[in-house]
């Protein structure tokens, strides 16, 4: 049964006999052969090459990398390899066996030579129960078996469903916590003093939106608007945003001692991956020379150079944004139907949102030709090298088109825009956005809403249904024709390879960077759900629902739509836990900002205790925040108006004066004392905040170790054994 287990399958279109093809893949094929590999040939609408290596391969990757334990105790017994840890080192092998011609497999594929190259899906009682208990959605609430998907993917892909199940589950509380502060948002609907004054003001007139065709209109009109803010914007926000601070680190530090657990069960704690990639050289060429650590200054000022271009390439489509959404703000408001100019501001920040979706899907594509093309410029010394630096400047990209646009309308939109008779324009026609008299914190909400909601639906639909689609056709493409039979021929027996490796063929392509695209979508959701939080508190909940659904969208690709991934041997989750620690501090910095520039947190604790009633009267039998709507707004001439603002006189027959959101005096339009108190107290909580933040990140880190007791004391049992069992062999006769 052994003997009909094929290691690896490569995939060749037929060539003519004596081309340029045939010739270079005979001499890749005989190359194998020289290294003792056995090779059987298919023919069918393509050539198929299985190929199986010896057994001598593996007992020397046992000999190089067994213990010395076990070296001492057991010098000449080997154990079967897992089949992992076979497909892997052949794998290596193959990507590394160079032609006469100096030509790898990678140069062979880009010049058409082979096809493709993949392992078998074996039909294993492993691969079964995975199929049946795992890759189902009925499975959804289930728990992983973890262990049988190390056995089948190898260690890389088992980390990270135990990664993304360990998220997935601390994410339940996060969620609990977010829908109780936004229910608790709800409850104060309407009884927020801030939104009583707005729903009240039915004779505050504010200034125009827009140079042409827009109004005076009264504060009372965006009663709803302010209900609407007042739910998301309140004292839980503030706690809330300091809860997900917490989370995120205990989050890390309770992974940290999961991964301690789980790679010490599976003998990898002390793994060391540079000498696993020496040995596979050393196997594959026993002359082979290690590549030496070198580092270029000139090279990293270049690629520094490239980088920091690119980032200012993503900001600049930002703000793209920014001008689209001041663009359409003022065509809606001089639209001729009358819903399109009363909801202009809310339909171009929705619609703007739709757009920042497009450029993230379009965006993701060329950030990842950018990267590649800048690592192949580094010339990285390793693969394990080479994908850090992947990681590291993908994310760095990745995060600037999905929260350039974000940070905009969080820390800039109706900051920079002036004020009426000096508005900031555009190109000297068209005025920046304003905020709402009740904030800009549901511009920012709304943004993420439909970002989330947007990537979670129709992602994972095309996520899904591509693979899906692709693997039905190339099914229907590649089914075997029936031939008719000859009158007295007998039927020829089909080779029982060749239905298993026409299968695997027809599934879809995985390549290097198949469980990257999963680690780093799952990582730009979790930036989603920590860094803005405190604008959106239901993003836990989203990602949580979105996750249980991922889990097994990823399992059923893996084991039913994709040809089988290489396995790849690991003991953590690699750099991608260095930039899940510097989103958890952007979260701090991020939720901070947010709570002190976009929300209306502090100018009205402000207000409360420099200004109010309570302050100025001593009148502790009203609410303390009573008057703040009339201290926020300040008040313009209309005789000032710049010359090409049209304000249709409406509903300011007097012609004297008009309300808008800033804190300025009304002779010269100056800022006042309060905007510089409220500016002031901005910076202290901010400063506050990120500091009691970063502390309690700290202790909590302190308080939980990244190791558990047990798996301390195990390694030190394991190290204690080891020891002892050397001292036997070298002095037997005094141990």
């Known amino acids: 049964q052994d003997e009909e287990k094929w290691d690896f399958i490569l995939v060749s279109d037929i060539h003519e006999a004596g081309s340029e093809k045939e010739i270079k893949r005979k001499k890749f094929l005989d190359e194998l052969s020289k290294k003792g590999f056995t090779i059987k040939k298919i023919e069918d609408k393509k050539l198929f090459y299985g190929v199986r290596a010896p057994k001598q391969i593996f007992q020397k990757y046992q000999g190089l990398l067994r213990k010395p334990d076990n070296r001492l105790q057991n010098p000449n017994v080997h154990q079967d390899v897992p089949v992992t840890t076979r497909i892997r080192i052949v794998n290596f092998i193959l990507q590394n066996t160079t032609t006469p011609d100096l030509e790898k497999l990678h140069d062979l594929m880009k010049k058409k030579v082979f096809e493709a190259t993949f392992p078998l899906h074996e039909k294993e009682e492993v691969r079964e129960f995975l199929k049946e208990k795992w890759a189902r959605w009925r499975g959804i609430f289930c728990q992983q078996p973890i262990e049988k998907i190390r056995c089948y993917f190898g260690e890389k892909v088992a980390l990270y469903f135990a990664w993304l199940g360990w998220y997935t589950y601390l994410l339940g509380i996060a969620a609990v916590v977010g829908m109780v502060v936004f229910v608790a948002g709800i409850t104060v609907f309407s009884s927020s003093q801030v939104s009583k004054e707005i729903c009240e003001a039915s004779n505050t007139i504010m200034c125009p939106l827009c140079d042409q065709k827009c109004s005076f209109w009264l504060l009372s009109d965006t009663c709803t608007y302010a209900k609407v803010t007042h739910m998301i914007d309140n004292e839980g926000t503030v706690l809330f945003a300091m809860f997900m601070a917490i989370w995120a680190t205990v989050f890390l530090e309770l992974w940290k001692r999961q991964r301690a657990t789980v790679v010490t069960d599976w003998d990898l704690y002390r793994w060391d991956e540079e000498e696993e990639e020496l040995a596979m050289e050393l196997i594959n060429n026993l002359q082979h020379e290690p590549q030496q650590y070198q580092h270029s200054y000139f090279r990293s000022t270049i690629i520094l150079l490239l980088v920091l271009l690119m980032i200012a390439v993503l900001i600049g489509i930002a703000h793209a944004l920014v001008i689209y959404r001041v663009i359409a703000m003022a065509l809606f408001t001089q639209s001729n139907f009358a819903f399109l100019r009363e909801q202009a501001n809310t339909i171009a920040v929705m619609t703007g949102a739709v757009l920042h979706y497009i450029t993230i899907v379009i965006m993701t594509k060329v950030n990842r030709r950018v990267a590649l093309y800048l690592c192949d410029l580094e010339k990285p010394r390793t693969f394990s090298q080479r994908e850090n630096n992947f990681t590291v400047k993908i994310f760095t990209f990745q995060f600037f088109t999905n929260f350039s646009s974000l940070i ?8 920079i825009n002036g004020h009426p008779g000096n508005y900031v324009r555009i190109a000297g026609k068209w005025r920046l956005e304003e905020c709402h ?15 989330m909601l ?5 992602s994972n639909v095309v996520e899904y249904l591509v693979p899906w689609i692709a693997h039905k056709l190339r099914k229907k493409q590649q089914r075997p024709k029936k031939r008719r039979m000859i009158l007295g021929e007998e039927e020829e027996a089909e080779d029982p390879c060749k239905r298993q490796w026409l299968s695997n063929y027809q599934l879809n392509e995985v390549n290097i960077f198949s469980l990257f695209d999963e680690f780093l979508e799952m990582v730009i959701q979790y930036s989603f759900t920590t860094i803005f939080v405190a604008a959106f508190p239901l993003a836990p909940l989203l990602a949580f629902c979105n996750n249980l659904f991922e889990i097994r969208l990823d399992a059923i690709k893996m084991m039913r739509l994709c040809r089988r991934m290489v396995p790849r041997k690991a003991n953590d989750i690699g750099i991608w836990l260095h930039v ?16 002190a520039i976009t929300s209306d947190f502090i100018p009205i604790q402000v207000y409360k205790y420099m200004y109010s009633p309570c302050m100025t009267e001593n009148n502790t039998g009203v609410d303390c925040s009573t008057g703040y ?12 108006f710049e010359p090409y603002t049209n304000g249709e006189p409406g509903l300011a027959p007097t012609g004297l004066c008009c309300r808008y959101r800033d804190y300025r005096n009304a002779d010269d339009y100056s800022y006042t004392v309060q905007f510089w108190h409220i500016f002031a107290a901005r910076l202290a909580f901010l400063i506050l905040f990120e500091h009691v933040a970063l502390c309690v990140k700290l202790i909590a880190a302190w308080y939980v170790p990244d190791v558990p007791q047990l798996v301390k004391n195990q390694l030190l049992d394991r190290k204690h054994s080891n020891l002892h069992e050397e001292l036997r062999w070298v002095m037997p006769q005094k141990v």
């Open 437 to 451: 008299p009740s904030g800009c914190i549901t511009d920012l909400f709304i943004q993420m809403a439909i970002i």
């Open 408 to 415: 905009y309308i969080a820390f800039f939109l109706g900051r």
């Open 454 to 458: 947007l990537k979670q639906t129709i």
């Open 629 to 640: 709507i009339n201290h926020s707004l300040s008040i313009f001439r209309i005789q000032d």
């Open 580 to 595: 899940l620690e510097a989103i958890g501090i952007l979260a701090v910095i991020g939720n901070g900002l947010v709570i």
